[in-house]
Nanobody, 123 residues
Framework: VQLQASGGGSVQAGDSLRLSCVTS????????MGWFRQAPGDEREFVAA????????KYAGGVEGRFTISRDNAKNTVYLQMSGLEPEDTAVYYC?????????????????WGQGTQVTVSS
């Protein structure tokens, strides 16, 4: 099982970034996929998740309206389009696969994780 996240970087407040997570080794198209983030000294927190067919999405309150999660089942890839970035969005962003049949906001319900990609937003 591999989840390879990429697309992070250092940007200014208000800028945009698109994260990608290419996966292999498991049945991507049948799994709910999520993005989490972790800032230094903080717990890993839920950012967004998307159902297996892309019709159902869920966002953390602080990113709703600014971030958009999407997926391409033909490419086994999940994306996170981030707009209007704020310094508070600075963190390592992780993609993960939910082991349940419903969208969970709990990191413990995700069994496959990528290595993370750093996003740094300066004011």
């Amino acid at each position: 099982v591999q989840l390879q996240a990429s697309g992070g970087g250092s940007v200014q407040a208000g800028d945009s970034l698109r994260l990608s997570c290419v996966t292999s080794g498991f049945s991507f198209r049948t799994r709910i996929m999520g993005w989490f983030r972790q800032a230094p000294g903080d717990e890993r927190e839920f950012v967004a998740a998307i159902g297996w067919n892309g019709d159902n999405t869920k966002y953390a309150g602080g990113v709703e309206g600014r971030f958009t999660i999407s997926r391409d089942n033909a490419k086994n890839t999940v994306y996170l389009q981030m707009s209007g970035l704020e310094p508070e969005d600075t963190a390592v962003y992780y993609c993960a696969a939910d082991r349940n049949l419903y969208i969970s906001l709990r990191a413990g319900d995700y069994d496959y994780w990528g290595q993370g990609t750093q996003v740094t937003v300066s004011s």
